[in-house]
């Protein structure tokens, strides 16, 4: 019989592939002494105000009775299997937590005879680690897509954040990759945990006491590299879903080659798309939290975003006409739209500039990146003549002095040594 420890080697192992809890990425080895933090099953995601909390992240059961060509965990996938009884979980989550391993758990699942059938298990394992074992640590629970929503309505009174999967961006790549599922079963529960929040938001102005119901929001995931989706087409689904449904993240997460089955899929050894994950993430940032609009940054004739540098500096070199921006006097938006000036340093110009004007070395120590924002800003003792500047030239001038691990190698003139 397979033990409880080979169960959560396999089924820890198997959750590795579900970013929509964040990861510090550590890549500290345990060489002797207590403790690994990168051993897969534990992850680390952050809270609303900015917490980092340890999470035992694992699958309640790798059985499924779905065939999507892009999982690992798809039905004719020829792996070892495992599934955890409802006491196994709650017992590890408690001895983890006991032991200071952890401060939260992450429950994500295959779905075995049906949707339902999963639910009341992954409900019942929150239940009775809230009313029974007394936990109150972080519990990150993935609803299962066609679960009934009494079953959903109940575990979100116990956890702290949902999610549901998108997987692919699109009804018509999800169509060709998994023909069993569509998109209705995702955004379905999605809206309803949205209405119950809502609903229960309104009441607590008229009544003191309401029941706690996913106070930390819920997120979704979806696949980026495995169907041919545009940038653009994956922002506006991203965007439509933070519009409608709340949501608190949308996490991108690259197509990593699992098997050469499947033709339409990028086949093994093809380097996952990390560079444009990560452009999304940046995009994603840039609507929530800088007033960026969607289609300033992608639209019909701009559909993906470019790789050799970040989407705000993309934007501004194809929008030379809102530069320079004199921070002397501009206001906070404007400040915020000038690249390599984050939200921080822009407050912090203006609460500088109340004392004086700013100059150069000001600037430099207030933390923006500089040698970036030189280019598109005005200040008092700037000595640039704008004219003559090529947004061409300055793209070139910025990636020759950048650093980044983003860019390519260019090949060394120099001779080896020892050639």
């Not at 280019?375 to 061409?392: I, K, P």
Request: aromatic share 10%.
């Amino acid at each position: 019989m397979i033990t409880a420890e080979e169960k959560l080697s396999i089924l820890a192992d198997a959750a590795k592939y579900d970013v929509s809890c964040s990861s510090s990425g550590g890549k500290r080895k345990n060489e002797g002494g207590i403790g690994d933090s990168s051993r897969s099953g534990i992850c680390h995601t952050y809270t609303e105000d900015g917490r980092c909390v340890s999470l035992l992240k694992i699958l309640l059961t790798n059985y499924c009775i779905y065939d999507c060509a892009f999982c690992v965990s798809r039905r004719s996938n020829d792996i070892q299997r495992a599934a955890f009884s409802v006491n196994e979980v709650v017992q590890l989550t408690m001895n983890f937590y006991r032991r200071n391993y952890i401060e939260g758990l992450f429950l994500s699942s295959g779905i075995f005879k049906s949707a339902d059938f999963t639910m009341e298990r992954l409900m019942r394992i929150v239940k009775k680690l809230r009313t029974e074992e007394r936990f109150f640590g972080y519990i990150h629970l993935k609803t299962i897509p066609g679960a009934s929503e009494e079953l959903i309505k109940e575990a979100g009174l116990y956890v702290d954040r949902m999610s549901v999967n998108l997987e692919i961006p699109t009804e018509e790549g999800l169509k060709q990759l998994a023909p069993e599922k569509d998109h209705d079963s995702v955004r379905k529960p999605l809206q309803f945990v949205d209405q119950q929040k809502i609903m229960l938001a309104e009441e607590k102005k008229l009544m003191k006491h309401v029941p706690t119901f996913v106070p930390a929001g819920q997120s979704t995931q979806m696949v980026v590299g495995a169907t041919s989706e545009t940038d653009y087409d994956i922002m506006k689904i991203s965007s439509e879903f933070y519009k409608t449904y709340h949501l608190k993240r949308v996490y991108y997460s690259g197509y990593i080659p699992i098997n050469n089955e499947h033709s339409m899929l990028p086949q093994v050894g093809t380097t996952p798309p990390l560079i444009r994950e990560n452009r999304l993430y940046q995009t994603d940032w840039l609507l929530r939290f800088y007033n960026f609009k969607l289609d300033e940054i992608l639209n019909p004739e701009h559909q993906d975003l470019d790789l050799d540098i970040d989407p705000k500096l993309s934007w501004a070199l194809r929008n030379p006409q809102y530069f320079p921006i004199d921070v002397n006097t501009a206001d906070y938006a404007a400040i915020l739209r000038i690249p390599g000036v984050g939200r921080g340093s822009a407050l912090k110009i203006i609460q500088a500039r109340k004392f004086g004007k700013l100059y150069e070395h000001h600037l430099k120590k207030i933390g923006i990146a500089f040698n970036r924002a030189k280019y598109f800003m005005r200040y008092a003792d700037s000595v640039r003549n704008w004219g003559d500047l090529q947004m061409h030239a300055i793209k070139t001038s910025i990636l020759s002095s950048g650093t980044s691990k983003y860019l390519p190698k260019v090949a060394s003139n120099q001779l080896s040594l020892f050639a």
